[in-house]
């Protein structure tokens, strides 16, 4: 960008300060008597925007974001103020002659003065004009679950969480309103305590106090080009005044597989084999006598040798306390998780030290230390062939573990590792460190003007280890070792001014800020094969020299940008959010370094009409609609040039060989932001103070100038280049129904919500279709006008009959074949014959949380479902035989034969399609399912019981994760996926298995 455009930003941003500090300053007007305070709720939580007036007349103020307020009044002897915050009970008193009040108000039935998270500040869940969510911290600890992540299904909607893994430390992946981008990243940007770029997965979930997901462009548009996939805000929590206090929270638990695929017994699949043998006019493998034995030992369920009941542990301590002057909060947590399937771990170590002082009346100080260390070991399942929990349903269940020399049994097929030797010889391991430091400085210049600095810096490092010895199906031959180390640092600088004012019924809130953040990284790998000494990856000098790899590299990107928000609300029931950021970055080419990202949003409460005063239905309804614009960098640094890299040796004297380099990727000056512009419809609806509560929105946005890689002509020494191209839309609904019923000892809330989201791509640069093809050929496809997600194959019609003998042979098959459906009518089943054969993206998303209390004893149960998507289970289409192996699928046994004709699964011939069958609808399910997610019971003990004890807090309790599945899908589990892609994802191919938990825990306070 030109120095003049810098210039410019710099003055425009003084100047409207400036403007902004004149302004306040002509409020000030001369009064007789000031009176002070600090409004709090009952927890000892400063409420901001509380409404201070003096009764009668248009005299006010409200309280700033620490809730101190300032009112300057005629009379304090006589004078009575109120005190308003919607949500709270109103109060109203008189001074007699005090200069200083402190109010705590009570909340109300309904709660619309709960104070949110709108990113860069707070407010009044009454005057929120976009499309927010939130979930409490206690919903987030009922749910007993390793990860934030986890906790978050099915709780929010709008906000689809799903668990592609159940692998300790396994991931998550969480979407907001579907995905927005093709290449690029779909996941949503977390915030926590301010600072931009935090991860959920290692957060410990007792630390936090609040969390809310910015769902609109009304509401994301204030973090501009990071915010087009919503945006996670976190607040931790703070140390309050008062005593020094401990508290434990920790369980202990045990985790079993949830389900287990039924396989063949030995002598059945024997039999299975044998009967595939002569159809192919081969020999019997296995003799009677063999066979005889097999059905008395029952041979190996190898599902039995690799899975375990696996222990897990978690362990939270936390110290508060503070005075008037200073809080503090410091918690450590300790995670010990095996994994169910032997061998592998996950175990975590959290710290956390927040603090807050007031330095003076006027200044404030924040700082929050934290950091993680991890450590995974883990398998690699990405691909169908030599892990884990493939091997142990294909691996020949007539075979024992070891042979008569104690080596490991080899399969009769070379792409089946023995599942034991895949268990055992496990050497891979990860381990993360991450150290984090943010802190701020508030100065109150006013009682209406704030002034706040904050400042953050994270490291990041990681070691990756792994070794692949000779008994492994990836070291077969050549054994592997390898490892690598990553460092990893990002800061960020926020400049915030703050303006809050009332004056008659207008309430005024605006914020302006200046931001500038970065990162630096590097990354060191190194590789060896063909190891004479098997240590594995402790020493890679052990490989062959000829066989070494070594590589490094490093990035940097910054971004700077300027935003500002005004907050409106005439008479506390018309609402208006308007702001624009401007982001500049890196990451693009002069001229395309800037992008600017506007939003508006308008609000109507409806309840606060004098035509609805009388309503003693309807407490609140609020009407929103909103629109704005956010962006995505969606690329890595660089990408705008043309970058070297090496590309072999070469000789210039026939001898000596020198590191060759070549141009990776052409240059691309015209890269951009990818932008996405997003309208929202919504409705609140607060009914019978507060038994009933409705939340619903209608959205859709429109993503433009979508990173592609194009073809280009293959003169300019390049097949494609990466440019804005693509667009695609969302659009869907949110609805949110929450009950509060109950009232004395017997208590209950619940809250159901349901998402859809549907997706259309909209221009691929002009093609109609984009293949993504993964392990296996399993191939999805992007077409215009259609969804992402779409599996791609052939359509299996079944079995061909014995009376179409003469059909079937048109196609080369014959009865007892399998039948594809020719697309194209021309008398033969090739590639052209492919089409769309499923959607791995659900129609529905839904979520049913209940809490029920009665007395001392609470119980809170939450239901997850799906409904409408597909699966991909090749984990049937290898256990069936149809991918060069034997079948082992008891479903093999009603295959065709001509005595049993009624039947879809195809018989034993050597003319059967079996790689066509593998990749065909045969193989696609109905994903949809209900879960019971968790259980959790629990009892209070009383206090009077815990005085004598020194307690002043004793709960115990039990859950149950993953209680029940109902659904019709055959493997696994119809959620957890290898396809992590967006634009590829439904395919199950053996992913981890998810576990059965049961916990006993206990909370104790001192």
């Known amino acids: 960008m030109k120095q003049v455009d810098q210039a410019w930003h710099r003055r425009l941003f003084i100047g409207t300060m400036l403007l902004l500090l004149s302004l306040v300053g002509?409020?000030?007007?001369?009064?007789?008597?000031t009176i002070k305070g600090v409004v709090k709720d009952e927890k000892g939580v400063s409420l901001p925007g509380v409404t201070v007036l003096l009764k009668g007349t248009t005299v006010g103020t409200i309280t700033d974001f620490e809730g101190n307020y300032t009112l300057n009044i005629s009379d304090s002897k006589t004078a009575v103020i109120r005190y308003s915050y919607v949500g709270f009970v109103t109060q109203e008193l008189v001074p007699s002659g005090k200069s200083v009040i402190n109010i705590t108000l009570k909340e109300d039935a309904i709660s619309l003065g709960e104070v949110v998270a709108v990113g860069y500040g707070v407010m009044k869940k009454s005057d929120v004009t976009g499309s927010t969510v939130g979930v409490k911290s206690d919903d987030i600890l009922k749910a007993n679950t390793t990860t934030v992540n986890e906790a978050l299904q099915g709780k929010m909607a709008g906000v689809t969480v799903t668990s592609n893994s159940g692998a300790p430390g396994g991931d998550i992946k969480i979407r907001v309103r579907g995905a927005n981008s093709i290449s690029g990243s779909n996941a949503p940007l977390v915030v926590i305590d301010g600072f931009v770029g935090g991860s959920l997965k290692e957060l410990n979930p007792n630390d936090i106090a609040s969390l809310e997901v910015l769902k609109d462009a009304s509401a994301t548009a204030i973090y501009g080009s990071r915010g087009s996939n919503g945006v996670i805000l976190v607040t931790t929590k703070s140390g309050k005044k008062g005593d020094f206090k401990v508290s434990y929270n920790g369980y202990y638990g045990q985790q079993r597989?949830?389900?287990?695929?039924?396989?063949?017994?030995?002598?059945?699949?024997?039999?299975?084999?044998?009967?595939?043998?002569?159809?192919?006019?081969?020999?019997?493998?296995?003799?009677?006598?063999?066979?005889?034995?097999?059905?008395?030992?029952?041979?190996?369920?190898?599902?039995?040798?690799?899975?375990?009941?696996?222990?897990?542990?978690?362990?939270?301590?936390?110290?508060?306390?503070?005075?008037?002057?200073?809080?503090?909060?410091f918690s450590g947590q300790y995670l010990n998780q095996d994994g169910i399937m032997k061998n592998s771990n996950y175990n975590?170590?959290?710290?956390?030290?927040?603090?807050?002082?007031?330095?003076?009346?006027?200044?404030?100080?924040?700082?929050?230390?934290?950091?993680?260390?991890?450590?995974?070991?883990?398998?690699?399942?990405?691909?169908?062939?030599?892990?884990?929990?493939?091997?142990?349903l294909v691996f020949e269940p007539t075979l024992p573990i070891y042979d008569e020399n104690g080596e490991y049994t080899e399969s009769s097929f070379p792409t089946v590792n023995n599942p034991v030797a895949d268990i055992n010889e496990l050497n891979k391991e990860a381990t993360k460190t991450n150290a984090t430091v943010n802190a701020s400085l508030s100065y109150r210049i006013t009682p209406k003007l704030i002034l706040s600095v904050a400042g953050g810096y994270v490291m990041n490092s990681s070691n990756n280890?792994?070794?692949?010895?000779?008994?492994?199906?990836?070291?077969?031959?050549?054994?592997?070792?390898?490892?690598?180390?990553?460092?990893?640092t990002l800061w960020q600088n926020t400049n915030t001014l703050s303006y809050i004012n009332s004056f008659g019924d207008h309430n005024l809130n605006i914020t302006l800020a200046n931001e500038q953040s970065g990162s630096s990284g590097n990354k060191n790998s190194f590789s060896a094969n063909d190891f004479f000494l098997n240590r594995g990856y402790y020493m890679l000098n052990l490989g062959a020299m000829s066989s070494n790899y070594k590589s490094s590299f490093t990035n940097q990107w910054a971004l700077m940008s300027f935003l500002?928000?005004?907050?409106?609300?005439?008479?506390?029931?018309?609402?208006?959010?308007?702001?624009?950021?401007?982001?500049?970055?890196?990451?693009?080419?002069?001229?395309?370094?800037?992008?600017?990202?506007?939003?508006?949003?308008?609000?109507?409460?409806?309840?606060?009409?004098?035509?609805?005063?009388?309503?003693?239905?309807?407490?609140?309804?609020?009407?929103?609609?909103?629109?704005g614009q956010t962006g995505s960098q969606a690329t890595d640094p660089y990408r705008s040039k043309s970058i070297m890299t090496p590309s072999g040796n070469y000789s210039l004297n026939g001898t000596d060989k020198y590191i060759g380099l070549s141009v990776a990727y052409p240059d691309s000056p015209d890269l951009s932001w990818e932008t996405t512009t997003q309208s929202n419809i919504g409705a609140d609806l607060t009914l019978w103070e507060g038994m009933i509560s409705l939340t619903a929105d209608y959205y859709y946005k429109k993503t433009s100038n979508i990173l592609l890689y194009v073809n280009t002509a293959y003169v300019s020494g390049f097949s494609n280049e990466l440019k804005n191209v693509g667009s695609l839309e969302n659009k869907g609904v949110d609805l949110s129904l929450g009950l509060?019923?109950?009232?004395?000892?017997?208590?209950?809330?619940?809250?159901?919500?349901?998402?859809?989201?549907?997706?259309?791509?909209?221009?691929?640069?002009?093609?109609?279709?984009?293949?993504?093809?993964?392990?296996?050929?399993?191939?999805?496809?992007?077409?215009?006008?259609?969804?992402?997600?779409?599996?791609?194959?052939?359509?299996?019609?079944?079995?061909?009959?014995?009376?179409?003998?003469?059909?079937?042979?048109?196609?080369?098959?014959?009865?007892?074949?399998?039948?594809?459906?020719?697309?194209?009518?021309d008398n033969t089943i090739n590639t052209s014959d492919k089409t769309i054969i499923g959607n791995a993206t659900p129609s529905w998303y839904f979520g049913f949380s209940n809490n029920v209390s009665y007395k001392n004893l609470d119980v809170s149960f939450m239901f997850t479902s799906t409904v409408g998507q597909d699966v991909f289970n090749y984990v049937r289409a290898k256990t069936m035989g149809v991918t060069n192996t034997d079948p082992v699928n008891p479903d093999i046994l009603n295959r065709w034969t001509p005595e049993n004709e009624n039947t879809d699964i195809p018989g034993f011939g050597s003319t059967s399609k079996d790689n066509y069958q593998a990749l065909s609808s045969m193989f696609i399910e109905d994903g949809s399912f209900i879960r019971l997610k968790n259980v959790t019971v629990g009892y209070t003990f009383n206090d009077n019981m815990l005085k004598g004890l020194g307690l002043s807090k004793l709960r115990v309790y039990g859950s149950i994760q993953n209680v029940f599945t109902l659904t019709n899908y055959t493997g696994y589990d119809p959620e957890v996926s290898n396809g992590t892609s967006d634009m590829m994802p439904g395919y199950d191919i053996a992913p981890y298995p998810s576990a059965r938990v049961w916990n006993l825990g206990v909370n104790i306070s001192f």
């Open 26 to 33: 002509g409020n000030v007007m001369a009064q007789k008597a």
């Open 257 to 329: 597989v949830s389900k287990k695929l039924d396989v063949l017994d030995a002598a059945s699949y024997a039999e299975v084999v044998n009967a595939k043998r002569v159809a192919f006019g081969k020999t019997n493998t296995y003799t009677q006598d063999q066979i005889d034995a097999f059905r008395k030992s029952g041979g190996h369920n190898w599902q039995d040798e690799i899975y375990t009941s696996a222990p897990v542990q978690n362990h939270n301590l936390s110290f508060t306390g503070g005075t008037d002057k200073m809080r503090f909060m």
């Open 348 to 392: 975590r170590l959290n710290y956390r030290l927040n603090l807050d002082a007031d330095l003076t009346d006027k200044l404030n100080f924040k700082v929050n230390i934290s950091g993680f260390r991890s450590k995974d070991k883990k398998f690699n399942l990405k691909w169908p062939n030599g892990t884990p929990p493939t091997d142990a």
């Open 465 to 488: 280890y792994g070794f692949d010895n000779k008994y492994l199906y990836s070291g077969r031959g050549k054994e592997k070792g390898n490892a690598s180390n990553s460092m990893n």
């Open 564 to 627: 500002s928000r005004v907050n409106y609300s005439y008479k506390g029931k018309y609402l208006f959010t308007g702001s624009v950021r401007a982001d500049g970055s890196s990451k693009f080419a002069k001229g395309n370094k800037w992008g600017y990202f506007p939003s508006a949003s308008v609000a109507w409460r409806v309840s606060e009409e004098s035509f609805m005063e009388d309503s003693e239905i309807i407490n609140n309804f609020k009407l929103r609609l909103g629109v």
């Open 740 to 825: 509060n019923l109950g009232k004395g000892d017997l208590k209950y809330n619940g809250t159901i919500t349901a998402t859809s989201n549907n997706q259309k791509i909209l221009d691929l640069n002009g093609a109609t279709e984009m293949p993504f093809i993964g392990a296996s050929g399993l191939t999805s496809k992007i077409i215009v006008g259609r969804p992402s997600g779409e599996f791609y194959g052939y359509k299996y019609e079944g079995v061909w009959k014995s009376s179409q003998t003469a059909e079937a042979a048109v196609y080369g098959a014959k009865p007892g074949d399998p039948r594809f459906m020719d697309q194209n009518n």
